[in-house]
């Protein structure tokens, strides 16, 4: 790997994490409900690696979908963190 290499590789860690900071310090406000786990996956992506997690949640008798990226460093740390979910859907 080159330098170029790493520092597009930081760069686009850091974009990821803003965005994930961002979006879950505006859902702080949304009231607690209990999800579903539909799928989670660690896709192949450029040099970062995301954790993503499907799930569906009720709030006032609507049904609603949804999908979080987590963000990680590391294919193996982003794999970890997709097996913590992974039981829910056996």
Not at 53 to 67: H, P, T
Request: proline share 3%.
């Amino acid at each position: 790997m080159f330098a170029g290499d790493i520092l597009i590789m930081f760069l686009e860690y850091l974009f990821s994490v803003t965005v994930f900071t961002i979006k879950r310090c505006k859902s702080k406000t949304w009231p607690h409900v209990t999800a579903t786990v539909t799928n989670s996956d660690v896709p192949k992506s450029g040099y970062s690696h995301e954790a993503v997690v499907d799930y569906l949640y009720q709030v006032d008798g609507e049904r609603f979908a949804g999908s979080s990226k987590i963000p990680f460093l590391f294919q193996s740390n982003a794999e970890v963190c997709m097996k913590q979910f992974a039981w829910e859907l056996k």
